[in-house]
């Protein structure tokens, strides 16, 4: 299992929901913000999904009931949000296409998570690796205005682990020599997989950090947990739990987004910005070997709402047909909006299948 010369990155986007809240809506930024999910049974019934870091402060977290939430931050001037979980999944997905630009293989872990092998693209040189994490923590924020937490190791587990105790908005790196003393004295709960359960169990044996765990015997560890986990337990204790990156579905689309020259609503204007991405989304699916019989526009307004409009034809999309397509829905969503000014503007092409030569040769007539 053991893979040598392979660098991970993963990304935490930090309180993702509460986050995208703050940016649709800056004067909420210095307040306690708590996303919520409500039952609609009582007018408080729910749980938080979640929380910005004022509202953590006060011992808000996911996971708890609203009730308790409310009781915590009372006498603040907390605001309490529905979640609106369409939005947050258009964020992410585009997200995950940033991502995408920097890695050969990227394993969306979550809506808010992400694993990206970058070993080609750095080698084994982490400062190398360190400028390709800052990079892309500039291009998430210049583009999607989200900050985010990246972790960069030798796999999957001891970067997950470096981006939780590097958040918010910070970058780790463990290079692999310093695997071993970076998770030595972490509590054994930072151990994906390791929940209260196991947390309290491997207290009564005298395992409170990482590097205990990674020093139980494999008796003892069976005895707790199936073959499987305590097999996994012993490796990622101990750093060397290789398993790959590895997509887990097929990709559903490809965007480019690019941040205009000045705010604009000229469509032509847009137009003319938007031809070096629209190459690069045709060179993308052309690479992919796929067609896409679906188009969308993505639009970030001056005070960054994003805005997405899309339309699936019935055939597949040659470059006049997507240029076309493209330019229709940002003449009507401009028209729809007369205030409307465009920061940034992007391309996305979705309903992706397997392209007959035919197909992919009509992308550069
Ligand atoms: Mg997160």
Do not use: W
């Not at 969306?108 to 892309?136: F, Q």
């Amino acid at each position: 299992m053991k893979r040598k010369g392979q660098v991970v990155a993963h990304i935490d986007l930090d309180y993702f929901f509460a986050q995208i809240e703050e940016l649709r809506n800056p004067g909420i930024a210095d307040k306690p913000v708590v996303v919520c999910v409500y039952s609609g049974r009582t007018e408080d019934s729910g749980v938080v999904s979640s929380a910005n870091y004022i509202a953590r402060r006060y011992g808000v977290k996911a996971g708890i009931p609203i009730v308790r939430a409310k009781a915590l931050l009372k006498g603040t001037d907390a605001v309490f949000l529905p979640m609106r979980r369409d939005e947050y999944a258009q964020i992410s997905e585009q997200v995950m296409e940033i991502l995408r630009e920097f890695a050969d293989v990227v394993e969306v872990e979550s809506i808010d998570e992400a694993s990206l092998d970058i070993s080609s693209r750095v080698g084994d040189d982490y400062s190398k690796a360190m400028e390709l994490g800052s990079e892309i923590k500039r291009r998430i924020r210049e583009l999607l205005g989200l900050k985010c937490t990246i972790g960069i190791a030798c796999n999957k587990v001891v970067a997950k682990i470096a981006a939780d105790v590097a958040k918010p908005d910070g970058l780790r790196i463990v290079k692999p020599e310093e695997t071993s003393s970076f998770l030595a004295e972490l509590p054994v709960e930072k151990l994906p997989g390791v929940g209260e359960k196991l947390r309290t169990k491997l207290a009564e044996l005298g395992v409170k950090t990482i590097g205990d765990l990674a020093q139980l015997s494999m008796d003892k560890l069976h005895q707790l947990v199936g073959e499987k986990t305590a097999t996994y337990l012993k490796l990622a204790a101990r750093g060397e739990y290789y398993e790959p990156v590895a997509e887990r579905r097929e990709r559903k689309q490809i965007s480019r987004i690019i941040t205009l020259k000045q705010n604009t609503r000229d469509v032509e204007e847009i137009m003319r910005q938007l031809s070096t991405p629209i190459n690069d989304v045709l060179t993308k699916a052309e690479s992919m070997g796929v067609s896409f019989s679906g188009v969308g526009i993505i639009a970030i307004s001056t005070n960054l709402r994003i805005i997405t409009r899309s339309k699936t034809l019935n055939e597949p999309v040659d470059r006049q047909l997507l240029m076309d397509t493209v330019r229709h829905l940002f003449n009507a969503l401009l028209n729809e909006q007369p205030s409307l000014m465009l920061r940034r503007a992007g391309v996305r092409l979705f309903d992706l299948k397997p392209a007959s030569r035919q197909t992919s040769l009509t992308f550069f007539q």
